[in-house]
Structure formats: structure tokens, C-alpha cells
């Protein structure tokens, strides 16, 4: 089970890598979201690359929560405890964010770009739920990356020990958290949502 895991995070987090690369060029504008998404579609939006992917995706969640129940109990570290509680978050949002993509693409017809993404970030009441959301979710990726490289990494890294590595994986994902979201709420401004969007936004 811990090998499947492994190796089908390994193929998502190729793509969240990208992914997140996307999310954070918001902060250059929208238009270099849309440019540099319409590029990377070309990458991970065909049949042979997103069915590995969506694959990938269900076998994660369906590993990843069983490993945390027989985990659970077991370990009190605290990188420990982060991997299992960051997995079991991750497993409830990729969960309902790649069948929201998924269900925004194929039932609603829309093309799940940026404006896809900032509908909820950039509209009140909605934005309460959207911006922990995104965001524990960001951190909860790093979170999951720094204590795999805390149990595994055997050696210091350019004089810095385990632990201060882990940790800036830790700050790394809270300063690029900082950044996608005022990327992608246009510098905490907000962002016109097209009509084509009203339908997520209860308009
Ligand atoms: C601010 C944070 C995020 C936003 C606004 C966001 C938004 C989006 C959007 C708009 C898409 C559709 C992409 C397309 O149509 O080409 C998408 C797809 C996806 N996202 Fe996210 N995402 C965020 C964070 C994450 C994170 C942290 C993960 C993983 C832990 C993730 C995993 C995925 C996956 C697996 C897909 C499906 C790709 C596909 O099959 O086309 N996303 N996301």
C-alpha cells in the first residue's frame, strides 16, 4: 500500500508542481494565467496524460486514507502527525476539487481556467470557504513533501540539518500560499468574474 502511494504521489505531484507554477504566474496578471495554462494543457490535457492522472488521483485517496487509519494511532512526532493530518486533508480536497473541475468541464460546458478558480476567491460569502480552502490545501502539500523528506532524508543539505530543511520546505509553501492568493484575487483587489461564471456564484 505505502509503495502505491508513493509512486502515484510521485505522478501527481509532477503535476501540482506545474500546477501551482500556474497559480502563482497570476501574480504577473490574468492574462499570464490564461497564456500559461493554455500552454500546459497541451502537457497533462490529453486522453493518454489525464487519465494517468485522474488514475493516479483515485488511487491516492483510496491509499492515502488507508493509510491513515492504520497509522493514526501509531505515531505522536510531530512530522508524524503532519503527514498523516496534511494526507487526510489533501485526500478531502483533491476529492472535491478535481470532481468540481471535472463537473464544471463536462456538466456545466465551462472552460475551468482562471476565472474558474477566482470565482469563490473573489466573491463574498463564498470567498469564507474558498480562501482556507486553497489555501490549507496548498499548505497541507508542503506539509505532506516536508515530512516524507523528515523521514527519509539521511544527510545535511548545504550545511543546514533535517529539520531546517523540512522547515523551509514548511515556509516555502507558506510564502508561495501568500502569493497564489493575491495572485489570483488580483493584489487582494478582486477580480471581475465573467457572466459565463454566475452560475458558481449564485447569481
Ligand atoms: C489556489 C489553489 C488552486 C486553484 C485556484 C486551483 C484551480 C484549478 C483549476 C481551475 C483547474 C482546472 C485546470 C484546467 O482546466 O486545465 C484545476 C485542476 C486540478 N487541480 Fe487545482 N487548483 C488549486 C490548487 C490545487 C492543489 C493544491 C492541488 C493538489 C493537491 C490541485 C489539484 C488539481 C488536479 C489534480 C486537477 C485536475 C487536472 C485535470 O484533470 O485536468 N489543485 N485546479
Known amino acids: 500500500m505505502k509503495r502505491i502511494h508513493f509512486f502515484s504521489g510521485l505522478t501527481i505531484t509532477i503535476f501540482i508542481g ?7 504566474v497570476s501574480i504577473f496578471g490574468i492574462q499570464a494565467h490564461l497564456d500559461l495554462m493554455d500552454k500546459l494543457r497541451i ?13 493516479a488521483v483515485f488511487v491516492q485517496i483510496i491509499s492515502g486514507i488507508n493509510l491513515f487509519f492504520s497509522k493514526r494511532k501509531r505515531n505522536n512526532k510531530f512530522y508524524d502527525k503532519l503527514q498523516i493530518w ?24 465551462l472552460d475551468t481556467n482562471f476565472y474558474f478558480g477566482a470565482a469563490g476567491l473573489n466573491t463574498f460569502p463564498f470567498n469564507l470557504f474558498f480562501i482556507p480552502y486553497y489555501g490549507l490545501a496548498i499548505m497541507a502539500f508542503f506539509g505532506h513533501i516536508a515530512s516524507i523528506h523528515f523521514l527519509k532524508m539521511k544527510t545535511k543539505l548545504f550545511g543546514l540539518t533535517i529539520e531546517q530543511q523540512s522547515k523551509f520546505i514548511l515556509l516555502k509553501g507558506i510564502i508561495l500560499t501568500i502569493l497564489i492568493l493575491y495572485g489570483m484575487t488580483n493584489g487582494f483587489n478582486g477580480v471581475e468574474i465573467p457572466e459565463a461564471y454566475d452560475v458558481m456564484i449564485g447569481k
Open 18 to 24: 506545474l500546477h501551482l507554477t500556474n497559480h502563482f
Open 43 to 55: 502537457v497533462y490535457r490529453n486522453v493518454i496524460v489525464e487519465s494517468i492522472l485522474l488514475i
Open 86 to 109: 496534511s494526507g487526510l486533508y489533501l485526500a478531502f480536497f483533491l476529492l472535491i476539487h478535481v470532481g468540481a473541475v471535472l463537473g464544471g468541464r463536462y456538466v456545466l460546458n
